[in-house]
């Protein structure tokens, strides 16, 4: 019997989202925000996964059971924040008590501010749901009232300004996310040791088992589906605990591997850069240089 593929429901538009949910023309085509107090029942076109070609923000609470993100679930019940960028699957949970605030934004309303082009280094719209931002109550207030400051604009006075006004507070909120998940990312430091001890586990039992001549270097994906954190979450964590992502300790470990049998065999440079994964050597002797300040033979000759 073949498997039956999820659906989903796709808008193309702001104005269509607001029609399924039964609510009024949005006041501007490119953003709006949505009071969650307000959706009393979810119309069917909300059973399935959706799509929306907007950033989305949302802050939840009062919401008992597991949201669906990606192919994550989420209790939300705590009061929580979760960012969604164009284009991903997200699914609303089907209970009538829900509150909080909705925030979409088309990236056509950031052209001509420097926001265009810095939102894509905001990494938490790469995180899973099971990564939400944690707010303590006086976070809460913080992004409430930067919700509250954007529901106002919209409802009371669209002007030459209006555009200029609600950017920069999509971009106070992210500056204002930027901390606070650098604040989660100390209060959670004992969780987050120990899964950086579960990575030295996981790269140290691969390069034992010389997996890389088959499967080449491990991948920050690779890692990420082993710990079941999304890479750029995975990276963030490993830079707040660290000082480098996720790909720089993937290398640093291969050179500690490379040292070790650049050291302890008489395996060419050669030998050794395709028994790590490497298909070319060069790039094994550039990475090694560029990590030691030695060439791979210079290392050598130094133990003799």
């Keep these: 019997m073949k498997k039956e593929e999820p659906t989903h429901r796709?808008?193309?538009?702001?104005?269509?989202?607001?029609?399924?949910?039964?609510?009024?023309?949005?006041?501007?085509?490119m953003v709006s925000i949505i009071n969650l107090a307000d959706?009393?029942?979810?119309?069917?076109?909300?059973?399935?996964?959706?799509i929306l070609d907007y950033y989305k923000i949302a802050y939840k609470t009062n919401i008992d059971s597991k949201i669906k993100y990606g192919q994550n679930h989420y209790d939300f019940g705590a009061g929580n924040l979760i960012f969604t960028a164009p284009n991903q699957l997200f699914e609303s949970p089907d209970e009538i008590k829900r509150s909080g605030y909705v925030?979409?934004?088309?990236?056509?309303?950031?052209?001509?501010?420097?926001?265009?082009?810095?939102?894509?280094?905001?990494?938490?719209?790469?995180y899973a749901a099971?990564?939400?931002?944690?707010?303590?109550?006086?976070?809460?207030?913080?992004?409430?009232?930067?919700?509250?400051?954007i529901l106002d604009?919209?409802?009371?006075?669209?002007?030459?300004?209006?555009?200029?006004?609600?950017?920069?507070?999509?971009?106070?909120?992210?500056?204002?996310?930027?901390?606070?998940?650098?604040?989660?990312?100390?209060?959670r430091k004992a969780v987050n040791n120990s899964l950086l001890q579960k990575l030295e586990v996981i790269l140290d039992d691969y390069f034992k088992a010389e997996k890389t001549s088959a499967h080449g270097i491990p991948t920050?994906?690779?890692?990420?589906?082993?710990?079941?954190?999304?890479?750029?979450?995975?990276?963030?964590?490993?830079?707040?605990?660290?000082?480098?992502?996720?790909q720089q300790h993937i290398h640093n470990k291969m050179i500690e591997k490379a040292k070790e049998l650049l050291s302890t065999t008489e395996l060419t440079v050669s030998e050794i850069a395709y028994h790590l994964g490497f298909e070319h050597p060069q790039s094994f002797s550039k990475l090694f240089k560029t990590k030691t300040k030695l060439s791979p033979v210079d290392f050598r000759h130094s133990f003799n």
């Design 10 to 29: 796709k808008f193309d538009s702001l104005h269509d989202f607001h029609r399924a949910l039964g609510f009024p023309t949005p006041l501007h085509p």
């Design 39 to 50: 959706v009393s029942i979810l119309p069917e076109e909300f059973s399935d996964m959706v």
């Design 153 to 187: 604009e919209l409802e009371s006075r669209i002007d030459d300004f209006s555009q200029d006004v609600i950017v920069s507070q999509i971009e106070l909120l992210l500056n204002y996310c930027n901390r606070f998940y650098k604040r989660q990312f100390i209060t």
């Design 103 to 126: 925030l979409l934004f088309h990236t056509d309303f950031l052209l001509s501010y420097p926001l265009a082009k810095k939102i894509k280094d905001y990494g938490y719209f790469s």
């Design 220 to 246: 920050v994906q690779y890692l990420a589906e082993l710990v079941n954190l999304s890479p750029g979450y995975l990276s963030d964590m490993l830079r707040s605990l660290t000082g480098q992502n996720a």
């Design 130 to 149: 099971n990564e939400a931002l944690h707010l303590s109550d006086k976070e809460k207030n913080i992004i409430v009232s930067i919700f509250n400051i």
